[in-house]
Structure formats: C-alpha cells, structure tokens
C-alpha cells in the first residue's frame, strides 16, 4: 500500500489495445494508459480492420502473503499473473 501512494495509485504497467502484426510475432501498442488502483478506465481507439488484443499483456509478479504472516512454516505464494486481457476481431 506504501508503494500506491507513493506514486499515486498507479501501477508501473499499462492497459492498452494492441493490434497483432501479420507476422503473429509481437504486438503493436494502438494505445496505452497507466494502470490506476480505484480508477474508471475508459480506453477507445479507431480500428482497422484485424485483430486485437486488449488489457495487460504483461506479466505482473504478485505476492501472496495476508497480514505478514507467511513463513518457511505457513507457506507463502509468489509468482506472475499472466491472464487479463482479451481479444477483438474486428472485421471490414
């Protein structure tokens, strides 16, 4: 919590639309925005013709551990969030 308020409540990623090249091989950012904790985000961009992927395409690591608690006894969960996003098909 520390850290959100130190930078405003925004997270070091971005949410955006990212148009899927011919190629398939990397994603090319239509739109970008930082990421606010407590924000109504409204993202919108004229489309061409393809598809799309939209939301975080980033891995995002977490770390699971309420109230401080974890230990090498109560176990503790880290890792990456890698699923908030979501396709358009935009057709002509």
């Known amino acids: ?3 959100l308020a130190a930078h405003n409540y925004t997270l070091p990623y971005r949410l955006g639309i990212y ?3 011919t190629t398939g091989s990397n994603l090319v950012p239509v739109t970008t925005m930082p ?3 407590g924000s109504v985000m409204d993202e ?3 489309l061409a013709a393809g598809v799309y992927v939209y939301g975080l395409v980033s891995p ?3 770390v699971y551990n309420p109230a401080g608690q974890s230990t ?3 176990g503790s969960d880290a890792g990456q969030v890698m699923g908030m996003w979501g396709i358009l098909w935009v057709s002509p």
């Open 35 to 37: 990421l606010r904790v």
């Open 19 to 21: 148009a899927i090249n």
């Open 44 to 46: 919108s961009a004229t």
């Open 60 to 62: 995002i690591p977490y």
């Open 72 to 74: 090498w006894m109560t």
């Open 1 to 3: 919590m520390n850290y």
